[in-house]
Nanobody, 122 residues
Framework: QVQLVESGGGSVQAGGSLRLSCVAS????????MGWFRQVPGKQREGVGI???????RFVDSVKGRFTISRDSAKNTVYLQMNSLKSEDTAMYYC????????????????WGQGTQVTVSS
């Protein structure tokens, strides 16, 4: 059983930065990947980016060039670094563990964290 715990959310002014953390505990299969998602009340959850076990990353167009994902294996932690934040980045952010797809994507998310709120004021 994998457990994911996010932290690092908060309130920041537009143009600022935040780093979200996702600490994983439990056993993960070898071909896993991590995804970051966000959701605003009343809207569908949106995929923000993914991190493959080989270190590859992919991002939705709206955050490319502003967000990065990294991993500290020793701490079982995946980070979402968010720079140049905009008001439209305001959302609850979640990390999730999935399985890598043939094309290098990530899907089949089985485990989710509880989320951490990010609020960006303009």
């Amino acid at each position: 059983q994998v457990q994911l715990v996010e932290s690092g959310g908060g309130s920041v002014q537009a143009g600022g930065s935040l780093r979200l953390s996702c600490v994983a505990s439990g056993t993960a299969n070898g071909d896993y990947c991590m995804g970051w998602f966000r959701q605003v009340p009343g809207k569908q959850r949106e995929g923000v980016g993914i991190f493959g076990i080989d270190g590859t990353t992919r991002f939705v167009d709206s955050v490319k060039g502003r967000f990065t994902i990294s991993r500290d294996s020793a701490k079982n932690t995946v980070y979402l670094q968010m720079n140049s934040l905009k008001s439209e980045d305001t959302a609850m952010y979640y990390c999730a563990e999935g399985r890598r797809t043939i094309d290098g994507g990530c899907s089949g998310y089985s485990y989710w964290g509880q989320g951490t709120q990010v609020t960006v004021s303009s």
